[in-house]
């Protein structure tokens, strides 16, 4: 069964810092993987996704990176805002016709 | 485009009563989904859609549960008869599945308190 672990639960950077979201997986075979972002009391907002044939993909300031035989994605952000504030969630899609798993997300508070 | 499209937004309601969700997806796709999120278990697949037809329902909790799809733009989320463990937030996405880049949009949820 696939599980999918956000580390760390949560995370607090001044303005202006680069820093890297973590993602984990436990079953490799995936079809892609997606990074959204929800603000409280909203919905997801896709950021990136990345078919299982790639290795990354970058949106402005955001790169997500992905290594499946490690089970790993990464999502960097550079020159963090504090509109950057969010909950990052990391969801993958084993195959079954779009059936995402998602981890329980990162919640990223940005300091001005 | 509009996004996906959720109603009502807030629903209170009280134990033992029928509750409706309503999911308007994006033109064009082709897939449909709903999750359920709650702090306890985060966000969770209950059941989807490719072409109207339900695909997979084995995240449907109970019986209690039920979800149609009676056309391409419309689908709903019915709990009869609802029960406090049912407070959650109900989001519905769409998807146009092309071969691995199956991009899912959400809508912005239905936060539902069952008292």
């Known amino acids: 069964k696939q599980e999918v672990t956000q580390i760390p639960a949560a995370l607090s950077v001044p303005e202006g810092e680069n820093l890297v979201l973590n993602c984990s997986f436990t079953?490799?075979?995936?079809?892609?993987l997606q990074w959204f972002r929800q603000d409280p009391g909203k919905g997801l907002t896709s950021l990136l996704l990345?078919?299982?044939?790639?290795r990354e993909q970058t949106s402005g300031r955001l790169n997500a990176s992905l290594d499946k035989s490690s089970g790993r994605s990464t999502l960097y952000i550079a020159a963090s805002q504090p509109g950057d504030s969010a909950t990052y969630l990391c969801?993958?899609?084993?195959?079954?016709?779009?059936?995402?798993?998602f981890g329980k997300g990162t919640k990223l508070s940005v300091k001005p | 485009d509009a996004g996906v499209i959720q109603s009502p937004r807030h629903e209170v309601t009280e134990m033992g009563q029928e509750v409706t969700l309503r999911c308007k997806p994006i033109?064009?796709?082709?897939?449909l989904f709903w999750y359920r999120q709650t702090m306890m278990r985060g966000l969770e697949l209950l059941i989807y859609?490719?072409?109207?037809?339900?695909?997979?329902d084995s995240g449907m909790p109970e019986d209690r549960f039920s979800a149609k799809m009676p056309n391409a733009s419309f689908s709903t989320l019915k709990i009869q008869p609802s029960e406090p463990r049912d407070s959650a937030v109900y989001f519905c996405?769409?998807?146009?599945?092309?071969?691995?880049?199956?991009?899912?949009?959400f809508g912005p949820g239905t936060r539902l308190t069952v008292l």
């Open positions: 990345i078919q299982s044939s790639q």
């Open positions: 079953d490799s075979a995936i079809y892609n």
């Open positions: 859609f490719n072409n109207n037809v339900p695909i997979d």
């Open positions: 996405a769409s998807s146009q599945q092309r071969g691995g880049k199956d991009e899912q949009f």
């Open positions: 969801a993958v899609d084993g195959g079954s016709q779009g059936n995402l798993i």
């Open positions: 033109s064009g796709h082709n897939s």
